[in-house]
Nanobody, 125 residues
Framework: QVQLVESGGGLVQAGGSLRLSCAAS????????MSWFRQAPGKEREFVAL???????????DYTDSVKGRFTISRDNAKNTVYLQMNSLTPEDTAVYYC???????????????WGQGTQVTVSS
C-alpha cells in the first residue's frame, strides 16, 4: 500500500512562491507516474502537472496550460518525493492541491490509484 503525504501549502500574496512536497511511503515510486491535481471551491478537480518515467533516466513532464512557465514539477527518487515549485502565484491558483500516483497514468484523475490528503494553497490579491 502506498501512502502519499503532501506538505508546503499556505497563504501567500499574489506574485509569491510556494513549494509543495509529496512524500511517498510503502513502495518506491521510481517508475510511477506522479501528478499534482487541484480543486478550488465549487469547481471540479483539475490536472496541474505530471512527471512520468520515460525510460532509462528520462522523465517526461506535462503541465496544464494555465501553469506553464510558472510551475515546475520535479522528483527526488532517493527521497521518494515529488515537488511542485509554484512561482508568480495568482488568486486563481487558490485550491487544495493533491498528489497522486499510478504505474501508468496521464492527465485523468481516474487513472490514479493513490492520492494524498491534500494541502491548501491560498493566494491573496
Amino acid at each position: 500500500q502506498v501512502q502519499l503525504v503532501e506538505s508546503g501549502g499556505g497563504l501567500v500574496q499574489a506574485g509569491g512562491s510556494l513549494r509543495l512536497s509529496c512524500a511517498a511511503s510503502g513502495r518506491t515510486l521510481v517508475n510511477y507516474a506522479m501528478s499534482w491535481f487541484r480543486q478550488a471551491p465549487g469547481k471540479e478537480r483539475e490536472f496541474v502537472a505530471l512527471t512520468r518515467w520515460g525510460g532509462g533516466r528520462t522523465y517526461y513532464t506535462d503541465y496544464t496550460d494555465s501553469v506553464k512557465g510558472r510551475f515546475t514539477i520535479s522528483r527526488d527518487n532517493a527521497k521518494n518525493t515529488v515537488y511542485l515549485q509554484m512561482n508568480s502565484l495568482t488568486p486563481e491558483d487558490t485550491a487544495v492541491y493533491y498528489c497522486a500516483a499510478a504505474l501508468r497514468a496521464g492527465r485523468r484523475g481516474d487513472e490514479y490509484d493513490y492520492w494524498g490528503q491534500g494541502t491548501q494553497v491560498t493566494v491573496s490579491s
